[in-house]
C-alpha cells in the first residue's frame, strides 16, 4: 500500500525515513560489496522487470485478475541486499515519475515493502531446505511480505492520529490476506517457470545463515507478536518494591518515549508494545554489530 | 501517457525549467513538510498553501488544469484513509488529509513536471543520495519503459492466441502460461542487463554514468531556494500564530 503525501505525522515520517535510510544505506554497502561492476545494470533492469512484470495479469475467475508485486521474487533471485535498493528504486520512481506515493512519505513507504515486508517475505525461503519446504516457503513468503507491508501501512496511519473503525480494519486486514495469498501463488508460478527457462536464477540461502536467520525470526516474533499474550503482573522485583513500600520512591532520571517498553504515545496498544519491542532489536543488533566491528579491527591490528 | 506528459512539461522554456534541481527539491521538501504539519486546513490556510503551487505554475508555465487532474490520481489512495476518519467520527479530519495529499501530489508534480528525470536524480545526489542508489535508478528509468512495452507486446500476443478466455479448469493452463510469460520476460531482462554493461563498457563506462549538464548554483538559484524557503516556512508561522 503506497502511502501518499499528508496523511502520517511528522513523527512517523521522520521517524520512518531514518529507519529506512539506515536500512538502504546498509544494503546498498553490501550490494556494491556483493555484486561487482557488471551487475550494477541488472539491478536497475530487474527493477524495470518488476514494473513490467506488473502489466502480466493472472486470471482469478469471476472476471478479475491480479498480478505480481515482486518483493520476494526479487529477493529470491538477487538476494535480499540488492533486492532492498532494486525496490528502494522501483518506490522512488514511482513516487517521482508516477505520484504513486508520497515524498515524504517514501521513508515510510521503503520501510514498510522494501525493508520490512520484503524481509520478511525472504525469511521462509532463507529458512527452507528441501525443495518440496521451498515452494511452501514461497507462497508463505509472498503472504508474509504483503501482510507485514499493509499492517505496517495501517499502524502507522493509527499512529498519526488517523481513526480507523475497527471493522474497517478487518476489512483491510481481510483484502491484505487475499492480496497475500495471490502474491505467494504467483511468485511460486513464476519461480517454477524460472526453473526452466533459466536454471540458476533462484538463489539458494547459504547454511550458515539460516541459524543467524532463525534465531533473528524467532526474536522478531518474541519481541513484536509474543507481547500480547505477556503476562501484565510485575516482575519479582516490581512486586517486592510494591510490598516492601518503596516502589513510590523510584524516580527516572532520564525520560524516554519507550518506558516501561511501550510508545508514550500508545502506552496501553499491542502496536505500542511491539514498536517498542522492534525498536530495543533493532538498537541492540546495531550495538552488536559495532562491537563485533571493532573487536574484529581490534583483532586484526 | 502521464509520464510523457510530464516529461514534455520538463522540456518547455519556464523559468522554472532552467532553476537547479536542488534548489527546487529544497523548497519542495519545505513545502511538503509545511503541509504535513498543519493541524487544521482553515479556508485562509487553504489558500495561503495555494500561491507556492501558483507560483511554480506561473513560473514553469505549466498547465494548471492538467496539473490538478494529475493530481487527483492520488485521491484513491488517500480516499479510503479519509473514509476510516469519516467513519470513524472525524468527517472534517478525513477532508482535511484529502486535501493535504492532494496539494502535496501538486507539490511533487510542478517539481517533476519542471525537471527532467535525470536532472531529477542528479539533485538528489547532490542532496546526499547514495550514488549507488541513483546509479539503479538512472538504469531502471531508462529501460522502464523498454521493458514495459515488451510485455505489452507479449500481452497482446497471449490476448490474440485466446489467452483469458477459459473456462476454470484452464485456469491453471493461463497461470502457467502468464508465469511462463513473466518467466522468458525475466531471461531476457537478465540477458539484456549483461548486453547494456557489454556496451558501455565499449563506450568508456567507468562506473558512473556522464552528464553534459554541469550542475552548479547561480544567483537565481540560491534566490529561488532562499525565497522558497523563507516564503513557504513565513507562511507556515503566520498560519501557526494565527491558529
Known amino acids: ?301 | 501517457m502521464h509520464h510523457l506528459v510530464v516529461d514534455e512539461w520538463s522540456r518547455r522554456p519556464g523559468w522554472l525549467q532552467q532553476r537547479d534541481p536542488r534548489a527546487k527539491l529544497v523548497v519542495l521538501l519545505t513545502y511538503l513538510v509545511c503541509v504535513s504539519t498543519m493541524r487544521e486546513l482553515t479556508p485562509p490556510a487553504l489558500v495561503a498553501l495555494t500561491v507556492p503551487l501558483a507560483a511554480g505554475l506561473v513560473l514553469g508555465k505549466l498547465p494548471v488544469s492538467g496539473v490538478a487532474a494529475r493530481a487527483m490520481l492520488v485521491l484513491p489512495f488517500a480516499g479510503p484513509v479519509a473514509l476510516a476518519a469519516w467513519l470513524g467520527g472525524r468527517p472534517a479530519q478525513g477532508l482535511s488529509l484529502l486535501v493535504r495529499a492532494f496539494l502535496s501530489a501538486a507539490a511533487v508534480l510542478v517539481v517533476a513536471g519542471a525537471t527532467p528525470m535525470p536532472l531529477l536524480l542528479r539533485g538528489l545526489e547532490g542532496l546526499g543520495a547514495p550514488s549507488f542508489l541513483v546509479l539503479v535508478v538512472q538504469f531502471l528509468h531508462r529501460y522502464l519503459f523498454v521493458l514495459s512495452e515488451q510485455a505489452q507486446h507479449m500481452r497482446l500476443a497471449a490476448l490474440s492466441r485466446g489467452a483469458g478466455h477459459g473456462r476454470a479448469r484452464r485456469r491453471r493452463a493461463l497461470w502457467r502460461a502468464a508465469g511462463g510469460a513473466l518467466a522468458v520476460l525475466f531471461a531476457r531482462s537478465h540477458a539484456r542487463a549483461a548486453a547494456i554493461h557489454r556496451a558501455m563498457l565499449a563506450r568508456g563506462y567507468r562506473s558512473a554514468i556522464p552528464s553534459l549538464a554541469h550542475m552548479k548554483m547561480g544567483v537565481p538559484d540560491w534566490w529561488l531556494a532562499a525565497a522558497g524557503v523563507i516564503l513557504i516556512a513565513g507562511l507556515r508561522t503566520v498560519l501557526a500564530l494565527g491558529s
Open chain 1, 1 to 301: 500500500m503506497h502511502i501518499p503525501d499528508g496523511l502520517l505525522s511528522p513523527g512517523i515520517w521522520v521517524g520512518t525515513w531514518a529507519a529506512s535510510a539506515a536500512a538502504v544505506g546498509l544494503a546498498a554497502r553490501r550490494a556494491q560489496r556483493e555484486l561487482d561492476e557488471s551487475r550494477v545494470p541488472l539491478l536497475g533492469v530487474m527493477g524495470a522487470f518488476v514494473f513490467a512484470a506488473q502489466m502480466v495479469n493472472f486470471p482469478l475467475g469471476f472476471g478479475s485478475s491480479g498480478h505480481l508485486v515482486g518483493s520476494v521474487l526479487l529477493a529470491v533471485t538477487l538476494g535480499p541486499a540488492p533486492a532492498i535498493v532494486v525496490m528502494t528504486a522501483i518506490l522512488l520512481v514511482q513516487a517521482l515519475v508516477f505520484q504513486d506515493g508520497g515524498v515524504l512519505a517514501l521513508g515510510a513507504n521503503v520501510f514498510n515493502m522494501a525493508v520490512a515486508g520484503l524481509l520478511a517475505g525472504y525469511l521462509p525461503w532463507a529458512l527452507a531446505g528441501g525443495a518440496r519446504l521451498r515452494s511452501i516457503a514461497l507462497v508463505v513468503g509472498g503472504f508474509v511480505s504483503v501482510m507485514v507491508s499493509g499492517g505496517l501501512a495501517v499502524a502507522e496511519l493509527a499512529l498519526s492520529g488517523v481513526a480507523i473503525p475497527p471493522l474497517l480494519a478487518w476489512s483491510a486486514a481481510g483484502l491484505f490476506a487475499l492480496n497475500g495469498l495471490l502474491e505467494g501463488l504467483l511468485t511460486l508460478a513464476v519461480v517454477r517457470a524460472l526453473a526452466v527457462v533459466q536454471p540458476g536464477a533462484v538463489r539458494t540461502a547459504a547454511t550458515a545463515g539460516r541459524t543467524m536467520v532463525a534465531l533473528g525470526g524467532a526474536a522478531l516474533v518474541l519481541a513484536t507478536g509474543l507481547v500480547a499474550i505477556a503476562s501484565e503482573a510485575p516482575d519479582v522485583f516490581d512486586s517486592l518494591a510494591e510490598r516492601t513500600g518503596i516502589a513510590d520512591r523510584a524516580r527516572a532520571l532520564i525520560l524516554t518515549p519507550l518506558a516501561e517498553y511501550r510508545l508514550a504515545w500508545a502506552p496501553d496498544s499491542w502496536w505500542g508494545q511491539a514498536a517498542a519491542g522492534l525498536s530495543g532489536l533493532i538498537v541492540m543488533y546495531a550495538v552488536g554489530v559495532a562491537l563485533a566491528r571493532i573487536f574484529a579491527k581490534r583483532r586484526s591490528a
